[in-house]
């Protein structure tokens, strides 16, 4: 039992006590002088003897008590609006397009009907840091050549340069750069490839905060026919991020303005 630090009695000298006044009939005046103590503890010890309480309370009341409560409470909230402000200081945006895509993968469920034999498809992204315009395609496995493939459709399809490819290190993006499919289209086009912390893939928020929109808005809320419909509605889906979905972090303009607003600034 932990006791306080500025009592006099523990609680088997409380029992002493009450034992000493109940049954030896001791006077309180001479507990007050054998247990060197006041007289209201002698009467307060006396009172909860008569409950078999012999344990040691804080003489604080109610009101001292929430208040303490509530101190810790608000040291507590104040940490975590700390921690919280640190993080939002740590984010940044990159100065121009093309400075920086993001790359990720992600499995997609199995469609309605079909068979738990059946082979996963998988979900791959890139979405530029600054305009936050998203590219996307299904593949049917997560290898190098599928991430190799899908990086060259974004080449083809992204109308200004790429300078750097930011993924996580799954085997689809990272490997022997001699060989590797993904990394040597990469080196083909001069994009310099920088990775997340090795087990801390949440650093690369960006890229992992669009799959889960993408999951939300399009694959969650569209029943799909087949493998070929998920494919079709994915185009739709990402035509509307990039040209219709306003974006807090763009000042809720579209991707679309934003690059246009850069490249052409006299035409909004």
Sequence with gaps: MNIHKKTRLTPIQRKELA????????????????????APTVYKIIRNARNNDYSIHKSVNKRFRCLEYGLKRLS??????????KKQAKRYNKEY?????????KRLPLLEGESPKETHEYLFIAI???SRELYAAIMPDKTQHSAE??????LDECPYSIEQAYSDNGLE???DHQHHAFMKLCIENAIEQRFTKVKHPQTNGKAERVI??????WHQKTRFTNRQHRKIELIRFVNYYNTVKPHKSLNNQTPMET?????YPSEL
Excluded: W
């Design 76 to 85: 507590k909230v104040e940490k975590e609006l700390e921690a919280r402000l």
């Design 212 to 217: 889960r929109t993408i999951l939300e808005m």
């Design 128 to 130: 530029d840091d600054f």
């Design 149 to 154: 493939r899908f990086l060259s459709q974004v």
């Design 19 to 38: 034992d000493d006044y109940y049954r030896n009939h001791v006077r309180v005046c001479d507990l007050m002088r054998k247990y060197r103590i006041t």
């Design 259 to 263: 690059l246009i607003n850069y490249f």
């Design 173 to 175: 993006y990272r490997g």
């Design 97 to 105: 397009p093309g400075e920086m895509m993001h790359f990720d993968t």
